[in-house]
């Protein structure tokens, strides 16, 4: 028979196993490997990098925008269109966040690839008819990785844009955002959750950040890896808190759009959005934002210092 302390001690030692597979420690990589596209490559060699971008034009998703869903843009705040990415496509896309989450790197760091900017620039036939033929992108983006195991949680309550007015009176917006699922998000693994506009009482108070929420309002959005999620920047929106009662992660991407015709929201504006950047300013688009999501994604000091010493 087992004593009282052997027992405790076979269980610490189940425990710290699991534990141990479960957390993976964080690699920020030196400024030297950040700037060498043959470190990136390495990590995803099914993917590419273009050191000087390209002009070469892609064939836009094909999307129909119809009035039902310029309606529910009106009174909801969102739209969503299931499975408009290839299952190929999206593979190529999880596959290279899994190698940089194995290998301790922040998720976001996926847009040095070329791959993940092609979401973007084949976008015109969904964005053109809502922010008009010469709408521009943000410099505003991110990848996540939820992992389930450790209950990771997406981003609280929040307004994309609560200091200005994106919206025009009939309630169109001037700026969106697009959240792509590279798996299945579920209410299990942290899906988006929304308080569609016309349940929001803080809605048109444009004087307040107010996120409170009508708690019988409070919409879940699943949806299927390859689809996505377009919002205004006004609605409420979060991401929920993965369980360990599945197994996998989410696993998802969101960029920013908003028209010409206002003021710049954030700056640099890419104002030719169907263009590939430049592999270095991708790489300074990304420290950008670990730098202006610190409030959001609590990176770390090594990472901060990382980021700040690629945009000097």
Same mark, same amino acid.
């Given at each position: 028979?087992?004593?009282?302390?052997?027992?405790?001690?076979?269980?610490?030692?189940?425990?710290?196993?699991?534990?141990?597979?479960?957390?993976? *420690?964080?690699?920020?990589?030196?400024? #030297?490997?950040?700037?060498?596209?043959?470190?990136?490559?390495?990590?995803?060699?099914?993917?590419?990098?273009?050191?000087?971008?390209?002009?070469?034009?892609?064939?836009?998703?094909?999307?129909?925008?119809?009035? &039902?869903?310029?309606?529910?843009?009106?009174? %909801? $705040?969102?739209?969503?269109?299931?499975?408009?990415?290839?299952?190929?496509?999206?593979? $190529?896309?999880?596959?290279?966040?899994?190698?940089?989450?194995?290998?301790?790197?922040?998720?976001?760091?996926?847009?040095?690839? %070329? &791959?993940?900017?092609?979401?973007?620039?084949?976008?015109?036939?969904?964005?053109?008819?809502?922010?008009?033929?010469?709408?521009?992108? =943000?410099?505003?983006?991110?990848?996540?990785?939820?992992?389930?195991?450790?209950? %990771?949680?997406?981003? $609280?309550?929040?307004?994309?844009?609560?200091?200005?007015?994106?919206?025009?009176?009939?309630?169109?917006?001037?700026?969106?955002?697009?959240?792509?699922? !590279?798996?299945?998000?579920?209410?299990?693994?942290?899906?988006?959750?929304? =308080?569609?506009?016309?349940?929001?009482?803080?809605?048109?108070?444009?004087?307040?950040?107010?996120? %409170?929420?009508?708690?019988?309002?409070?919409?879940?959005?699943?949806?299927?890896?390859?689809?996505?999620?377009?919002?205004?920047?006004?609605?409420?929106?979060?991401? $929920?808190?993965?369980?360990?009662?599945?197994?996998?992660?989410?696993?998802? =991407?969101?960029?920013?759009?908003?028209?010409?015709?206002?003021?710049?929201?954030?700056?640099?504006? !890419?104002?030719?959005?169907?263009?590939?950047?430049?592999?270095?300013?991708?790489?300074? !688009?990304?420290?950008?934002?670990?730098?202006?999501?610190?409030?959001?994604?609590?990176?770390?000091?090594?990472?901060? #210092? !990382?980021? *700040?010493?690629?945009?000097?």
């Amino acid at each position: 028979m087992w004593g009282t302390s052997a027992v405790w001690w076979f269980y610490m030692a189940i425990l710290i196993e699991d534990y141990t597979k479960q957390v993976i *420690k964080e690699n920020v990589p030196t400024l #030297e490997q950040a700037g060498d596209a043959e470190f990136w490559l390495k990590l995803n060699p099914h993917l590419t990098v273009s050191p000087a971008g390209s002009h070469e034009s892609l064939k836009p998703i094909p999307v129909d925008v119809t009035d &039902e869903m310029l309606h529910y843009l009106r009174t %909801d $705040g969102y739209i969503q269109l299931d499975k408009v990415l290839s299952s190929d496509f999206v593979s $190529g896309l999880r596959s290279a966040v899994d190698n940089l989450r194995l290998n301790g790197i922040n998720p976001s760091f996926a847009f040095v690839y %070329d &791959e993940f900017w092609i979401v973007s620039r084949q976008l015109k036939n969904l964005l053109a008819p809502i922010l008009g033929e010469t709408y521009q992108q =943000l410099p505003d983006f991110w990848c996540w990785y939820l992992d389930p195991s450790v209950q %990771d949680a997406g981003w $609280g309550p929040h307004r994309d844009r609560w200091h200005v007015n994106p919206l025009f009176p009939d309630g169109m917006p001037k700026s969106v955002t697009v959240w792509i699922a !590279l798996t299945d998000s579920t209410p299990l693994n942290g899906c988006i959750y929304m =308080l569609p506009a016309h349940l929001d009482g803080d809605y048109f108070n444009f004087e307040t950040k107010e996120t %409170d929420v009508n708690a019988h309002g409070i919409r879940a959005l699943p949806i299927d890896a390859g689809s996505l999620l377009m919002w205004n920047q006004r609605v409420v929106h979060w991401g $929920g808190t993965s369980s360990t009662r599945t197994d996998e992660p989410r696993i998802s =991407l969101a960029i920013e759009f908003q028209r010409a015709d206002v003021p710049p929201y954030n700056t640099p504006m !890419l104002k030719t959005p169907e263009t590939l950047l430049p592999f270095d300013i991708r790489l300074m !688009l990304i420290a950008k934002q670990i730098t202006q999501y610190h409030h959001m994604n609590k990176a770390s000091a090594e990472l901060n #210092e !990382l980021a *700040k010493k690629i945009l000097e």
